[in-house]
């Protein structure tokens, strides 16, 4: 094997990636950057990696969630306290039926930059190079926006810092209190028959707390009660700022990436032989790799091999993207291939990126009846197999905004999409489908719906 180095991916061919016009610029932000302290400590990437380990074995939950795409635009505390009282309700109700931990890691603090499926955008005749995520360049149809720009990965690492700042605080400063799961409802979710559902859920809860509090657990004498932890991640897609902020642990002497804990590599820039796979191999944090309805089977494990040498448990997790008309015919073969090898890898579900579609009315979206359809397929087909399926990978948002159709609780049609449609990339689910798809999970792993 070829020695790594942090920069040894630039000696391989590259996919997804902007070219820079004033190299000069790049050089000096890049070497501003690898000055900055780190986002993250190394010793809670280990932490994550063993939480994921536990998720592979089918002792814990992953849930994996957040935006397709952060904005520098729409940067508020109150965007990210609701998506965190959302995956705080959605722990509450998997934690409830699994009767397992539930590891959280948001699509937060770095998740900046976007494959996309065309290099231009054409609009009303004129055609320009495509949007790649605020960390590159703006998403303003002009040409001067398009540019891509050195200086917006400044702004998206003081955003991430800012973004995990604040995460850390709700984690730690008490509004992950156990005894403050009534108050984790959003507004806008509270008078539906979700909300009802919740609250139900919250009042059970509520009792549990009362009958610990009475033998002397409270959260006073039991952190865990208190406290939560909420890890970050997002698509290592844009290497020059991904090895800017990788370091040198000095406790292990190994790499890491200290952008985010876990990082991921997208479907359409897997390749063996490129740059993603040959940087991602050098760090030690987790990761994970998409792997969707084009991966063949001795490819998956060549890149198994390329990324887990070693076979560690919770180092790799397989992000399932195939959609729900081709996930029962393409995914059974590489689980079975996998299992079969002995290799130790986390599966887990993204019901979002294998089914997107265009509405009647012009927009890009997502129908939460696929969705689902895709989360219970990946759930029978690991039964069927005796594997673990080992949790869910969504872009959602605590807001209440109308990008996927359908669900029960809020029932979205094409023409209902227009109202509150701000997405920066792909369609989220909303606060309240993304809770609604938590509870028929949780019915469907419980078996309630048989
Ligand atoms: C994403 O997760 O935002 C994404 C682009 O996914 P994929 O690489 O699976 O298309
Ligand atoms: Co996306």
Request: aromatic share 8%; proline share 4%; glycine share 8%.
């Amino acid at each position: 094997m070829m020695s790594w180095t942090p920069g040894s991916w630039r000696d391989f061919p590259i996919k997804q990636q902007p070219t820079y016009q004033d190299q000069e610029t790049l050089k000096k932000v890049e070497t501003e950057l690898s000055s900055y302290p780190p986002l993250i400590f190394a010793g809670e990437a280990r932490n994550l990696k063993r939480k994921l380990a536990a998720a592979g074995r089918g002792e814990a939950f992953l849930l994996q969630g957040g935006d397709c795409a952060e904005s520098f635009a729409d940067f508020n505390a109150e965007t990210i306290k609701n998506l965190f009282k959302l995956m705080l309700q959605m722990n509450m109700v998997l934690m409830y039926s699994t009767g397992k931990p539930v590891v959280k890691v948001g699509r937060i603090a770095g998740q900046f930059a976007k494959p996309r499926s065309s290099d231009f955008e054409e609009f009303d005749g004129v055609k320009l190079p495509s949007y790649r995520g605020d960390i590159i360049n703006g998403i303003e149809f002009t040409k001067e926006a398009r540019i891509p720009n050195p200086h917006n990965m400044i702004r998206a690492y003081n955003q991430s810092a800012a973004t995990l700042n604040l995460v850390r605080a709700f984690s730690r400063g008490g509004l992950a209190d156990l005894n403050k799961v009534h108050q984790w409802n959003l507004d806008f979710i509270k008078d539906n028959p979700l909300g009802k559902r919740y609250d139900e859920l919250s009042d059970k809860i509520d009792h549990a707390m009362k009958f610990m509090a009475a033998c002397g657990l409270t959260s006073e004498t039991m952190p865990q009660l208190h406290q939560t932890t909420l890890y970050t991640s997002h698509e290592a897609l844009l290497l020059n700022y991904e090895e800017a902020l990788t370091r040198l642990d000095t406790e292990t002497n190994e790499w890491y990436d200290c952008s985010a804990h876990m990082l991921w590599i997208g479907d359409r820039t897997r390749d063996l032989n490129e740059a993603h796979i040959e940087y991602f191999r050098g760090i030690k944090n987790p990761i994970g790799c998409k792997v969707g309805p084009s991966m063949g089977e001795d490819e998956l494990i060549d890149l198994i091999e390329a990324l887990n040498p070693e076979n560690e448990e919770g180092r790799l997790n397989l992000i399932v993207r195939m959609g729900a008309e081709k996930i029962a015919e393409f995914f059974p073969p590489l689980l079975k291939k996998v299992r079969d090898a002995g290799k130790n890898v986390v599966w887990t579900i993204d019901p979002m990126h294998g089914n997107v579609e265009k509405s009647s009315t012009g927009f890009k979206t997502r129908d939460f009846d696929n969705i689902l359809s895709e989360v219970k397929q990946f759930f029978s087909i690991h039964k069927e197999m005796g594997t673990v399926a080992a949790g869910i990978h969504l872009e959602m948002t605590g807001n209440d905004v109308t990008e996927c159709t359908g669900s029960t609780s809020c029932a979205i049609t094409a023409e209902g999409l227009a109202s509150r449609y701000h997405t920066q990339c792909d369609p989220r689910l909303n606060a309240s489908q993304a809770l609604e798809l938590a509870f028929m999970l949780s019915d469907t792993i419980s078996g309630a719906d048989q």
